[in-house]
């Protein structure tokens, strides 16, 4: 498996010829992409409201990245630059590559979406999800499996969040909600933001 890991990346990987224009699509998914997170949920909570749905994905990227935490204790991994291995060309400190932080965040988000029935919204959101996994592989700071790795982690963690919703969901959504409803309320009075 590493030796298939090793050659996929280094299929993938830029090289100093690589093209510029792809090397800025590249960068741009490696650290700005990932700010889709945070938007979304601010937009889906304060204005359009989706708010079941962001309270889901927030629980499941929350597991999502613990389960990372604990899977990167368990079986620490080097990052391709560490080992020699192909080009680096961004920035990152010498932690553990498996499984891929940002990819576990972006998979997670993406499948929340489509697990909860949000399916167009899910597909545009994982196409992005592999735009930075490519990104990061690309740039030379992660292994191919390591994004396989996020994928696994972030379809777990809506299992995971599937059955806690199940038991507590509705009373967190509804304290949640009442919370921001008297932070919130004279925004709410002015429509700046929805009810």
Same mark, same amino acid.
């Not at 800025?24 to 490696?30: P, Q």
């Not at 919204?121 to 996020?150: K, Q, T």
């Given at each position: 498996?590493?030796?298939?890991?090793?050659?996929?990346?280094?299929?993938?990987?830029?090289?100093?010829?690589?093209?510029?224009?792809?090397?800025?699509?590249?960068?741009?998914?490696?650290?700005? +992409? !990932?700010?889709? !997170?945070?938007? +979304?949920?601010? =937009?889906?909570?304060?204005?359009?409201?989706?708010?079941?749905?962001?309270?889901?994905?927030?629980?499941?990227? $929350? =597991?999502?990245?613990?389960?990372?935490?604990?899977?990167?204790?368990?079986?620490?991994?080097?990052?391709?630059?560490?080992?020699?291995?192909?080009?680096?060309?961004?920035?990152?400190?010498?932690?553990?590559?498996?499984?891929?932080?940002? /990819?576990?965040?972006?998979?997670?988000?993406?499948?929340?979406?489509?697990?909860?029935?949000?399916?167009?919204?899910?597909?545009?959101?994982?196409? !992005?999800?592999?735009?930075?996994?490519?990104?990061?592989?690309?740039?030379?700071?992660?292994?191919?499996?390591?994004?396989?790795?996020?994928?696994?982690?972030?379809?777990? +963690? $809506? $299992?995971?969040?599937?059955?806690?919703?199940?038991?507590? /969901?509705?009373?967190?959504?509804?304290?949640?909600?009442?919370?921001?409803?008297?932070?919130? +309320?004279?925004? =709410?009075?002015? $429509?700046?933001?929805?009810?």
């Amino acid at each position: 498996m590493e030796q298939f890991n090793q050659q996929l990346f280094l299929m993938l990987n830029a090289t100093p010829n690589s093209s510029h224009w792809i090397m800025v699509l590249a960068h741009f998914f490696a650290q700005q +992409a !990932i700010m889709m !997170i945070p938007a +979304a949920a601010l =937009i889906g909570w304060l204005w359009v409201p989706r708010r079941e749905l962001i309270v889901k994905m927030l629980i499941t990227l $929350c =597991i999502a990245m613990i389960l990372a935490k604990i899977i990167q204790a368990i079986y620490p991994h080097a990052r391709p630059f560490v080992e020699g291995v192909g080009y680096q060309f961004l920035a990152h400190a010498n932690s553990d590559s498996f499984p891929s932080n940002h /990819g576990t965040a972006a998979f997670a988000f993406a499948l929340a979406f489509i697990f909860w029935g949000r399916m167009i919204y899910g597909a545009a959101f994982l196409i !992005i999800a592999l735009g930075i996994a490519w990104s990061r592989i690309y740039l030379g700071v992660h292994w191919p499996m390591d994004m396989v790795g996020g994928f696994l982690v972030g379809l777990l +963690a $809506c $299992c995971l969040t599937d059955l806690i919703w199940s038991g507590l /969901g509705k009373q967190v959504l509804n304290k949640l909600e009442m919370f921001y409803r008297r932070v919130f +309320a004279t925004l =709410i009075q002015r $429509c700046w933001v929805k009810y």
